[in-house]
């Protein structure tokens, strides 16, 4: 269980993680020596993993997202995770409950580029389907 401190430095983290050590003492009003024991008790407990790279808002907005729904032959589905994630336009993969076992968020930099990718995963060995939804606006991100 990580304190309330905790979350305020994480939520703080997550909405810029190269902010300085000192910019994130000031703000929690507490030393830096606090932050940095902090940090690395957090990295040390696995709660932090690592650090990020985010992509600008100029930069996403020309990307073209979508989700991805993936049916797949259960005893190829390791062999289909390895290949998908091998396709770097793919940000995330998560298995789900349902009909698909699958959904891939897919960023592409044009339609064009979507629907070749699209192709892509629907040709690898293991998918018996796709079901693609294709992101017009995100409302909001956390």
Same mark, same amino acid.
């Given at each position: 269980?990580?304190?309330?401190?905790?979350?305020?430095?994480?939520?703080?983290?997550?909405?810029?993680?190269?902010?300085?050590?000192?910019?994130?003492?000031?703000?929690?009003?507490?030393?830096?020596?606090?932050?940095?024991?902090?940090?690395?008790?957090?990295?040390?407990? +696995?709660?932090?993993?690592?650090?990020?790279?985010?992509? +600008?808002?100029?930069?996403?907005?020309?990307?073209?997202?979508?989700?991805?729904?993936?049916?797949?032959?259960?005893?190829?589905?390791?062999?289909?995770?390895?290949?998908?994630?091998?396709?770097?336009?793919?940000?995330?993969?998560?298995?789900?409950? +349902?009909?698909?076992?699958?959904?891939?968020?897919?960023?592409?930099?044009?339609?064009?580029?979507?629907?070749?990718?699209?192709?892509?995963?629907?040709?690898?060995?293991?998918?018996?389907?796709?079901?693609?939804?294709?992101?017009?606006?995100?409302?909001?991100?956390?």
């Amino acid at each position: 269980m990580i304190s309330s401190e905790d979350e305020k430095l994480l939520g703080m983290l997550r909405r810029n993680a190269r902010a300085s050590i000192s910019d994130l003492a000031r703000a929690l009003n507490v030393s830096r020596s606090t932050v940095q024991n902090r940090l690395q008790k957090l990295e040390q407990s +696995g709660v932090v993993k690592g650090y990020v790279l985010e992509y +600008g808002s100029a930069f996403l907005s020309q990307l073209v997202s979508a989700h991805v729904a993936i049916k797949v032959r259960q005893k190829l589905t390791t062999k289909t995770n390895v290949e998908l994630k091998q396709i770097s336009q793919i940000s995330e993969l998560y298995a789900i409950s +349902g009909e698909y076992d699958l959904i891939a968020v897919v960023q592409a930099q044009s339609t064009e580029q979507l629907s070749h990718i699209l192709d892509e995963i629907g040709n690898l060995d293991g998918v018996e389907r796709t079901n693609s939804s294709v992101i017009l606006e995100t409302k909001f991100k956390r």
